[in-house]
């Protein structure tokens, strides 16, 4: 293997391991938040790209149809809940919280779908359809399991997941896509060639992720958001409240997701159901992170992105095999390097 | 009565299915083998509280091992049977010490791992048949005849399948199945009765394994050819739906919730693609639906409906007495518990400072102190909960400084917690059971084939034995959750006295009872001592403590305060000081 190909391989992995990054960074945050492992993290990758796909066809993405549905269980849920509570004048508020923000996005989307916009409008629509799926899903499926133990979210999780790869397939088809690059440009750097689309990718995770830090360092919220993570009583007895902090989490992941999915979209086909697996090679990374640290789940899921890339080339049929058999040492590592005195739930 | 009648119907119906058609056999035999797995899995979840998405992959260990051996070695299947019953206990095993250390959730993370990983090596490497598989798999032999018949398998199957619930229902009602019920509570509870909650853990995750290991072997046999398919994560996850569905805290919601998903799945894949048009596992979206909707609205699955419909089981019959093993109580008045210089450190501040304290057999001593104080930190220092930071604990002469929970119960303490660690589920006399975990030694395979219930009727007798102790033998069936706070305190004394102590440890026994309840804790704790027991009690309670103990140990701010007879510390300035701001 010459020089040439270790750095192509590693310009493919750090391509993957950016977008792994993204997915590692916005699953421990739903953990710390909401005690939530976030099997369906996957979905949001594959919507953000078929929804693009859709949009760039000139067709109504089914993730619009899914949001109206969710908005109105939740509505639905939020009535029967407000009204066996006693707290009715609440109601018309709530409503109009939870349903005028779909209906607008779903008159957006059909106002615009005629207009073939270009492609940065089509990608700010994806992510106004898919990031509000994800406190819908929260509202709809796991808030009233907020105080449910950490293996019972697990496996509303991975229902959640079944549902969404369900009406994946039913919304999209069998169908694989690719969306357009953000651009053509061929870079060179002496023998090496890097795409404009992976650049974009790395600037764009690296914004991200700076983003994201300054929020949570530097804003108040950001704050409030961690001292939720850190410890819920003593959060909600300051005042936080932890629905909202598990509101914006989930939005923030599926934002996340389908910022994901759009910038691997032009890189990998994309199908109903790849999100899965593309999720838990982000998964990979939080473990390495022990579910709590950033900075280390950062390192690990650029890590995936890397072995993948390295193992494709030499042994390619045992890929996927070997991203995911790591986690077996790493959970030893773990495992052997913290000790434990500790109670579950 | 009706347990039993609905048993001879469920037997009944499973001896005529196969008389109907063979597609009546086939489901038959898939809802077994599917239910020998979810037992494992009821276990695992509903019982312990860990749960796996790996079971089909350990179906799939079994079934591709089997096909190698007896497919290119020729070998006996059940001579494969042995090898992959191995291999299946050796990946459990080395999965299981891995992760059980750690939180709850990293079981099932490295089991969606390995279980994904192990599906593409399937399907890739090459000597497995990759996505084709192997066909031709040698055919069972019994008895000098092949079982190629499908009905004969259905008979195997469903055989196998009553013989696991048979063991584990067995398992649930002993010695080690007591203990792994309590798991889900947190395992210190179980720790101090002398169980290691790690093995525990790791002896029901191998169980679950190897139910999954037997019903892919009964598989590969059952088809004659596998393939990667059946053996994803996907139907590991289904795996665990069916307990979900079918109710997760009994074993008979294993069968309930396999039957369920299986007959659901069918019918759902013959309408759904009609009804939209177009080919694909839209069922999936069904029991994705129903899962969330069962988990938020009816945890107890399927089967908890149908057991609010049967009456209570009935009671076990209790021996007069029993004649367990017991410890010769040490001379009144010998040096039985000394504290020495302990101090516990959190980083920079110091929850007990140079403590130093000691306890003679046949006293009770008192140790209180303002909210904060250090005293339960002393508690659990004492009890093996805490490691120290510096300083020495003996007990009797020997150190027990550094040592764990278990291995300080085994020498003869005993506790309570502060915070009530009953199972709400199992009655205050299978709470008490728990007590005796040391004083017997039946292993879970006795206790699997039932070869423990003499051992069992000793047990019951002596934890009936100090529920009247304790003047609770009203309450003995009763569900421990269905007591009051106070009754419940006072069957967790049951439990520790049920390990036979030496030195009885309370943690704050008197908080949240009523006035009356304290003076019954109080005559109950001085007849023990009556009855030649020493009792370390950490309480805030003055009034509680000052007409019960021999001996008063104050703390505060992690330090001793002051030592002495409670009309002393009554009168003690310092002490009136720490507890009422100044005189």
Same mark, same amino acid.
């Given at each position: ?304 992105? %890397? ?16 991203? %995911? ?21 | ?11 009944? *119906? ?100 390995? @279980? ?83 093995? *525990? ?53 294993? /069968? ?71 410890? /010769? ?44 104080? @250090? ?95 304790? @003047? ?30 030496? *030195? ?23 007849? *023990? ?34 030592? @002495? ?19």
């Amino acid at each position: 293997m010459d020089l040439q190909t270790i750095l192509i391989l590693a310009q493919d992995g750090l391509t993957s391991g950016a977008i792994y990054v993204l997915i590692a960074v916005a699953l421990i945050l739903v953990f710390g938040i909401t005690r939530v492992i976030l099997i369906p993290h996957g979905e949001f990758v594959s919507f953000g790209a078929l929804t693009l796909a859709s949009l760039q066809v000139g067709v109504m993405p089914g993730t619009v149809w899914l949001l109206l549905i969710l908005a109105g269980i939740a509505s639905i849920m939020e009535t029967v809940r407000l009204l066996s509570s006693g707290a009715g004048k609440e109601l018309p508020g709530v409503l109009a919280v939870t349903l005028v923000p779909p209906l607008v996005i779903a008159a957006l989307v059909k106002f615009c779908i005629p207009l073939h916009l270009p492609l940065g409008w089509q990608i700010l629509l994806t992510m106004l359809i898919v990031t509000p799926l994800g406190p819908l899903v929260y509202r709809v499926a796991f808030r009233p399991l907020a105080d449910a133990t950490v293996l019972v979210l697990l496996i509303a999780a991975v229902a959640v997941h079944f549902v969404l790869v369900g009406l994946g397939l039913l919304f999209f088809g069998a169908e694989g896509v690719r969306t357009p690059p953000f651009s053509d440009v061929q870079l060179t750097f002496g023998t090496l060639n890097v795409s404009g689309q992976s650049l974009w990718v790395y600037a764009i995770s690296f914004v991200f992720i700076a983003l994201l830090a300054w929020f949570f360092s530097r804003t108040l919220y950001g704050k409030a958001l961690r001292a939720v993570a850190f410890n819920r009583n003593g959060a909600r007895l300051v005042g936080i409240s932890p629905h909202l902090a598990g509101t914006f989490s989930f939005a923030l992941a599926a934002a996340i997701g389908c910022l994901s999915g759009i910038l691997i979209g032009p890189i990998t086909t994309i199908y109903y159901d790849s999100g899965f697996l593309i999720g838990l090679k982000g998964f990979v990374g939080a473990i390495v992170g022990g579910m709590v640290s950033y900075p280390l789940a950062a390192l690990g899921a650029l890590m995936v992105g %890397f072995l993948e890339s390295y193992s494709s080339f030499w042994f390619s049929g045992y890929k996927d095999a070997i991203v %995911f058999a790591v986690v077996i040492p790493i959970l030893l590592w773990r495992s052997l390097s913290s000790v434990h005195y500790e109670e579950e739930e | 009565m009706i347990r039993r009648v609905g048993f001879i119907l469920f037997l009944t *119906l499973l001896a005529i299915v196969p008389l109907f058609s063979p597609y009546y056999i086939t489901m038959g035999s898939y809802i077994g083998l599917y239910s020998i797995v979810a037992l494992g899995l009821v276990l695992l979840t509903g019982v312990a509280g860990l749960t796996s998405f790996g079971q089909a992959a350990f179906m799939g260990v079994a079934a591709y091992t089997t096909a190698i051996l007896t497919v290119n070695y020729d070998w006996s299947p059940w001579l494969s049977l042995i090898i992959a019953l191995a291999l299946t206990i050796a990946i459990a095993f080395i999965l299981g010490a891995i992760t059980l250390r750690m939180g709850g959730h990293y079981l099932p993370l490295a089991t969606i791992a390995w @279980g994904i990983s192990l599906y593409f090596l399937f399907g890739t490497i090459p000597a497995l048949g990759g996505s084709t598989g192997i066909p031709d798999i040698t055919a069972l032999q019994l008895f000098g005849m092949e079982l190629r018949d499908e009905k004969v398998f259905y008979y195997l199957i469903w055989v196998v399948c009553l013989v696991a619930l048979w063991v584990s229902t067995n398992l649930l009602d002993s010695r080690e199945g007591r203990a792994i019920r309590a798991l889900k509570g947190g395992v210190s509870m179980v720790e101090s009765f002398g169980a290691s909650g790690l093995r *525990l853990k790791n002896i029901i995750f191998i169980y679950s394994a190897v139910l999954a290991c037997l019903a892919g072997w009964l598989y590969a046999h059952m088809m004659l050819f596998v393939n990667p398919s059946p053996f994803g994560l996907g139907q590991g996850i289904e795996f665990l739906f069916m307990i979900v569905i079918g109710g997760p805290f009994s074993l008979w919601g294993a /069968i309930a919730g396999s039957t369920v998903i299986t007959l659901l799945k069918t019918v759902l894949q013959g309408i759904l693609p009609k009804l939209i048009g177009q080919t694909g596992n839209f069922e999936i979206i069904v029991f994705g639906i129903m899962i969330v909707v069962v988990l938020q609205w009816m945890r107890g699955g399927i089967w908890s409906l149908v057991e609010r419909l049967l009456p209570p089981k009935p009671n076990k019959p209790i021996n007069d007495s029993s004649n367990l093993p017991q410890r /010769i109580q040490p001379a009144r008045g010998e040096p039985l518990l000394k504290v020495d210089t302990v101090t516990k450190a959190y980083g920079g501040l110091l929850a007990v400072k140079k403590m130093s304290f000691e306890l003679f057999a046949g006293e009770i001593v008192g140790l209180i102190g303002p909210n904060g104080a @250090g005293k339960s930190t002393m508690f659990n220092l004492i009890s093996g909960e805490l490691p120290r930071t510096a300083g020495n604990i003996y007990f009797g002469s020997e150190n027990i400084s550094g040592m764990r929970p278990p291995q300080i119960a085994r020498r003869g303490l005993s506790r309570t917690f502060q915070h009530v660690r009953l199972i709400p589920g199992m009655t205050a006399l299978e709470n008490v059971m728990i007590g005796t975990y040391l004083r017997t030694n039946d292993g879970i395979l006795a206790a699997g084939l039932r070869l423990n219930q003499a051992a069992e009727a000793q047990v019951r007798a002596e934890a009936a034995r100090q529920l009247r102790r304790v @003047g609770l033998e009203e309450s003995m069936f009763v569900p421990a959750g269905n007591l009051s706070l106070g009754k419940q305190r006072i069957v967790e004394i049951a439990r520790a006295l049920c390990a036979d102590p030496v *030195l009885l440890l309370l943690d704050e026994p008197a908080a949240g009872l009523r006035h009356l309840e304290k003076q019954e804790l109080a005559r109950l704790l001085s007849d *023990l001592r009556g009855e030649g027991l020493s009792v370390l009690v950490v309480e805030h309670d003055m009034e509680f403590l000052m007409n019960l103990v021999d001996r008063i140990v104050v703390m505060e701010f992690g330090e001793k305060l002051a030592e @002495g007879l409670p009309k002393e510390i009554r009168s003690n300035p310092a002490v009136l000081e720490a507890y009422l701001g100044g005189v």
